[in-house]
Each structure stands twice: as structure tokens, then as C-alpha cells.
């Protein structure tokens, strides 16, 4: 019998050794967390034509995960504040490690791999001192924690690797919790959003915040095109009155750019944002609004408002060589603009992009 430190140290190695790519479970474009009818939770593969090219269980509900930039092997993510993620063989479910939160810190539902897959970097709260960290994992030694560097904020949310494959953007959400207090938001009076842009060693390069007047607006999801564009979604914490905007636009060395769609429409999307995509063009962002069904498209060069979507209770949004691939709470999916698929399962909140 094979002794548990010797499978161990095998499951470790593992990492080391060539894997099969994407193209062995279907070559799918997207990462979702889902439910199924019976109420499991899985981490399903999609294909940008709409189909399930994969699904694995789950022990509790998702948020999101990290796609593996070679092989078919993504990091799920506990929902906030979960203190589990799982690294996931996708072509049979294997549990290839499990990761735990260190004493003091929780997961916020994000991470993303190093260009070369060699190291994950994770969103992480550390709640006592009530600051944003990010985590760091060697990869192939069995996703061991190398140590942590600040996230330049607090509340870290969604994290992207930059175009230049040698910085991360962090969307630093602003709102204080602590697992004691589930999901409550602890510091709304004073909290206060910002992007920041680190280096893979974790050097702060720059932050940038919204205006003083819109410190409850928290910055949660990002997304960016190749030329270095970012662009934010946000979530309200305000008063329902104010519904400022919710979309922004940003390039490193200046200001954040924010856009809104007609007051009518934009009043529908009720203060929550809740993803955002570049198209594969890069001449058009999207945000999705569950709470509003609807997803809003904007130029992205000029800002100018495009067009109001209907989709009930939709939130994951990614790009697609038509445009805008989309998921619903409902099991819709599909490119905005055709017919929709209709699956069984209802997809949570993102589309993690896998090979971009």
C-alpha cells in the first residue's frame, strides 16, 4: 500500500510532468461556476458555440476560478469568504491540491496564473488588519504558498495578468469584512475603492481611485484589452438616489474615465454591475446586471452608449470573435445578439477566459 506522505509527494511531482491541453476536454473558451437542478455545485467548461464541454463537482457554491494557461487544470474559488480553493485536473475532476487560506485571511473569489502557469496569485483578505493581500503559490510544488504581498487596497476583489505578462491589475473594492460577520460590509462610511497595478514580484506600480464623491462606489470586476485599456464594473453601496456610474475605462498614468448609458436605462441596471467585458475587436465593453437583466454596450473609443440588451438574471460576460459571449442564472448562453442555448444548469456569477 501506497503510505499517505508517498502519495503526497506524488501528487506534487505530478505538476512537474507534461499535461493534456484544453483541446483534451473539448477545447472549451470559458470557465463558470454553476448549479444544477438537484443543487450541486460544479465548475463548468463552455465552448463558444455554447455547448458543456466539461463539468466537475464542487463542495460548496463558486464564485469563479483560474484557468491554467497550458494545460486543462483550473483553481476554483469559494464564494466570499470562503477559505477553500481547489485545483482541478478538468479532464477527470482529480483533486490535484487543495488550497487553504492561511490563519487570518479568506479568499475573495479571484486569482490568476503567471504567463508561464508556474505560480497562481490569489485575492486575499486579511481580515484583523482589515488590508488587502495578494497570495503567492508555487504551481509545481503541489500549489505550496510562497508568501503574500499587499494588494494596495482594501477588499480585493477580481485580479487580472496584464497584456504585458509582467503586471497584475487588482480591483480593490474598498468594503472591510471579517468572516465572524459573513458577508456583512463593515467600514461603508469610509470606504474607499481603488485599481491598482503591481509587478509579478509585487512592487505597487500605481493606483488610481475614483473622486472623493463616488468612495462608495466599489470597484469590483475587470477587464482588459491589448493595448493596456482597463475597464472596471462596479457596485454601489450608496443610496439608491445617487446611481452614479458604473462602468469605467482606464490606462496606466491617467484618470478613470467612467460612462453610463441614457438615465432611463441606466436607472434599470439598480446600482449593481456585476461583470464586464472587452469584445475580442476591442471596439466595444460590456457590462452585465443581474439585478437589472440587461447587459449595456458601450463604444469603447468614445464612450458613446450602443445598445440596451435584455437577458434575464445575467451576469457573466466574456469576449468572443462576434462580440460578447454571455451566461445566465437561467442555463441561457450564447453570443449577444443570436439565439441563446438553453442548458439545465444555472451559471453563476463570471466567464473565466481560458488562453487569453
Same mark, same amino acid.
Given at each position: 500500500?501506497?503510505?499517505?506522505?508517498?502519495?503526497?509527494?506524488?501528487?506534487?511531482?505530478?505538476?512537474?510532468?507534461?499535461?493534456?491541453?484544453?483541446?483534451?476536454?473539448?477545447?472549451?473558451?470559458?470557465?463558470?461556476?454553476?448549479?444544477?437542478?438537484?443543487?450541486?455545485?460544479?465548475?463548468?467548461?463552455?465552448?463558444?458555440?455554447?455547448?458543456?464541454?466539461?463539468?466537475?463537482?464542487?463542495?460548496?457554491?463558486?464564485?469563479?476560478?483560474?484557468?491554467?494557461?497550458?494545460?486543462?487544470?483550473?483553481?476554483?474559488?469559494?464564494?466570499?469568504?470562503?477559505?477553500?480553493?481547489?485545483?482541478?485536473?478538468?479532464?477527470?475532476?482529480?483533486?490535484?491540491?487543495?488550497?487553504?487560506?492561511?490563519?487570518?485571511?479568506?479568499?475573495?473569489?479571484?486569482?490568476?496564473?503567471?504567463?508561464?502557469?508556474?505560480?497562481?496569485?490569489?485575492?486575499?483578505?486579511?481580515?484583523?488588519?482589515? +488590508?488587502?493581500?495578494?497570495?503567492?503559490?508555487?504551481?509545481? $510544488?503541489?500549489? &505550496?504558498? %510562497? *508568501?503574500?504581498?499587499?494588494? !494596495? #487596497?482594501?477588499?480585493?476583489?477580481?485580479?487580472?495578468?496584464?497584456?504585458?505578462?509582467?503586471?497584475?491589475?487588482?480591483?480593490?473594492?474598498?468594503?472591510?469584512?471579517?468572516?465572524?460577520?459573513?458577508?456583512?460590509?463593515?467600514?461603508?462610511?469610509?470606504?474607499?475603492?481603488?485599481?491598482?497595478?503591481?509587478?509579478?514580484?509585487?512592487?505597487?506600480?500605481?493606483?488610481?481611485?475614483?473622486?472623493?464623491?463616488?468612495?462608495?462606489?466599489?470597484?469590483?470586476?475587470?477587464?482588459?484589452?491589448?493595448?493596456?485599456?482597463?475597464? +472596471?464594473?462596479?457596485?454601489?453601496?450608496?443610496?439608491?438616489? $445617487?446611481?452614479? &456610474?458604473? %462602468? *469605467?475605462?482606464?490606462?496606466? !498614468? #491617467?484618470?478613470?474615465?467612467?460612462?453610463?448609458?441614457?438615465?432611463?436605462?441606466?436607472?434599470?441596471?439598480?446600482?449593481?454591475?456585476?461583470?464586464?467585458?472587452?469584445?475580442?475587436?476591442?471596439?466595444?465593453?460590456?457590462?452585465?446586471?443581474?439585478?437589472?437583466?440587461?447587459?449595456?454596450?458601450?463604444?469603447?473609443?468614445?464612450?458613446?452608449?450602443?445598445?440596451?440588451?435584455?437577458?434575464?438574471?445575467?451576469?457573466?460576460?466574456?469576449?468572443?470573435?462576434?462580440?460578447?459571449?454571455?451566461?445566465?442564472?437561467?442555463?441561457?448562453?450564447?453570443?449577444?445578439?443570436?439565439?441563446?442555448?438553453?442548458?439545465?444548469? &444555472?451559471?453563476?456569477?463570471?466567464?473565466?477566459?481560458? #488562453?487569453?
Amino acid at each position: 500500500m501506497v503510505s499517505r506522505r508517498r502519495m503526497l509527494a506524488g501528487l506534487a511531482a505530478s505538476s512537474l510532468l507534461p499535461s493534456a491541453s484544453w483541446a483534451s476536454v473539448g477545447t472549451p473558451a470559458f470557465l463558470s461556476a454553476a448549479r444544477a437542478p438537484d443543487g450541486r455545485f460544479l465548475l463548468a467548461g463552455l465552448t463558444d458555440a455554447g455547448e458543456i464541454s466539461f463539468t466537475i463537482p464542487l463542495p460548496a457554491r463558486g464564485h469563479a476560478a483560474a484557468a491554467h494557461p497550458a494545460r486543462a487544470e483550473a483553481v476554483a474559488f469559494a464564494r466570499r469568504p470562503g477559505t477553500f480553493a481547489l485545483a482541478l485536473d478538468c479532464r477527470d475532476g482529480t483533486v490535484l491540491a487543495r488550497l487553504e487560506a492561511p490563519e487570518g485571511r479568506h479568499f475573495y473569489g479571484h486569482g490568476a496564473f503567471s504567463p508561464d502557469g508556474a505560480q497562481l496569485f490569489t485575492t486575499e483578505n486579511d481580515y484583523e488588519a482589515g +488590508l488587502g493581500v495578494i497570495g503567492i503559490w508555487d504551481v509545481a $510544488a503541489g500549489y &505550496q504558498r %510562497l *508568501g503574500e504581498v499587499s494588494s !494596495g #487596497g482594501v477588499g480585493p476583489h477580481e485580479m487580472r495578468l496584464m497584456p504585458d505578462g509582467q503586471s497584475l491589475v487588482i480591483a480593490n473594492g474598498g468594503i472591510e469584512t471579517h468572516p465572524d460577520m459573513g458577508r456583512a460590509k463593515l467600514n461603508l462610511p469610509t470606504m474607499a475603492p481603488n485599481l491598482s497595478y503591481l509587478d509579478l514580484s509585487g512592487a505597487i506600480l500605481e493606483t488610481v481611485s475614483l473622486p472623493p464623491a463616488l468612495h462608495k462606489n466599489s470597484i469590483r470586476h475587470l477587464a482588459h484589452h491589448t493595448d493596456g485599456t482597463v475597464a +472596471l464594473a462596479m457596485q454601489w453601496q450608496g443610496v439608491e438616489e $445617487a446611481a452614479p &456610474q458604473l %462602468l *469605467g475605462l482606464h490606462r496606466r !498614468g #491617467g484618470d478613470i474615465t467612467l460612462l453610463q448609458a441614457p438615465e432611463r436605462l441606466h436607472r434599470a441596471l439598480d446600482g449593481y454591475a456585476g461583470s464586464v467585458a472587452i469584445s475580442g475587436d476591442g471596439r466595444a465593453v460590456a457590462i452585465t446586471s443581474p439585478r437589472g437583466g440587461v447587459v449595456h454596450v458601450f463604444d469603447l473609443a468614445s464612450g458613446q452608449f450602443l445598445q440596451a440588451q435584455p437577458e434575464d438574471d445575467v451576469c457573466g460576460i466574456g469576449a468572443s470573435a462576434k462580440g460578447f459571449f454571455f451566461a445566465t442564472g437561467t442555463g441561457a448562453v450564447g453570443t449577444l445578439g443570436e439565439a441563446a442555448r438553453q442548458h439545465h444548469l &444555472q451559471f453563476d456569477n463570471h466567464l473565466v477566459p481560458i #488562453g487569453t
